[in-house]
């Protein structure tokens, strides 16, 4: 049995139709991840998975990262509710999961348990069509430029107050630089770049600052991003290696509260 989708926008993201009992299909598997690596983002309507069925979905794709209870991390702001609450601000920017890791998380499952009234729609931007897209001297320019991402400038670039205490967290995690242009062992080209991206190496601070601003304007231009306007009940599932992510900003006490499931990396940036 194949998988049945339609595309949401020319470049980004695809519906995909069908119950949770034939997505569980082992058959199926393969077609899903397909799917998932050349569209980037996949969404599934109202399809009211249980936890325990996304985990098995997500087990069947890739491998799950140990995260939250038995593989469900729930994400808010809520500070009653989640202790890195404040940290979790930092995802109302563009950004990729894990460019503080040598090998970033392959892709996240994301349900919607409840949403909040006014906010909350998530975005994803392909930055494998955006490097595609780019003209040919701006490719060649950066075809060997390196990246420091520094979770402190996600931080700062958050508005987070930089307290000694947070000051002391963020600088525990420690920068890490990557090839700005990826090359998959599929041969893929993405971009590596967000609110973490600190700087570029080689260049000096002025034109460093340019080029990030200028790549991630790129990047996040209409025409690569497909923006999600919830319903309860509905699951995505995104490449992180492929595109950036960011949610609308909404009020910490509005409820919203995702249930998400982490597939760890399978490919080192390079
Ligand atoms: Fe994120």
Excluded at 159 to 178: C, L
Excluded at 238 to 250: I, K
């Amino acid at each position: 049995m194949s998988v049945e989708a339609v595309k949401l926008t020319e470049t980004t993201g695809s519906e995909v139709r069908g119950e949770v009992s034939s997505l569980l299909k082992p058959e199926n598997a393969a077609a899903i991840r397909q799917l998932l690596t050349e569209r980037g983002v996949l969404v599934f309507r109202q399809l009211n998975i249980l936890d325990e069925d996304q985990v098995r979905l997500a087990g069947m794709i890739g491998t799950l990262r140990d995260e939250g209870e038995g593989h469900v991390f729930k994400v808010t702001i809520d500070p009653g509710e989640n202790a890195k609450a404040d940290y979790l601000r930092g995802s109302f920017l563009w950004h990729m999961d894990g460019t503080h890791d040598t090998v970033p998380a392959f892709a996240s499952l994301l349900s919607g348990r409840q949403l909040s009234a006014q906010g909350g729609d998530t975005l994803f931007a392909n930055s494998y069509a955006a490097y595609g897209a780019l003209p040919r001297a701006m490719q060649e320019r950066i075809a060997d430029l390196r990246v420091v991402h520094s979770f402190a400038t996600s931080m700062e670039n958050a508005g987070i107050a930089r307290t000694p205490a947070n000051e002391a967290y963020w600088n525990s995690i420690p920068e890490q630089t990557h090839a700005l242009v990826w090359t998959h062992e599929s041969g893929r080209k993405s971009l590596v770049i967000g609110c973490h991206a600190k700087s570029v190496v080689g260049l000096d601070k002025a034109e460093s600052d340019a080029l990030i601003a200028e790549l991630l304007a790129w990047v996040t231009q209409d025409r690569f991003v497909y923006r999600h306007k919830w319903t309860v009940g509905d699951m995505l599932i995104w490449d992180n290696t492929g595109v950036l992510h960011r949610a609308e900003p909404y009020a910490a006490d509005s409820g919203r509260m995702m249930h998400r499931t982490t597939l760890l990396g399978e490919e080192a940036f390079s």
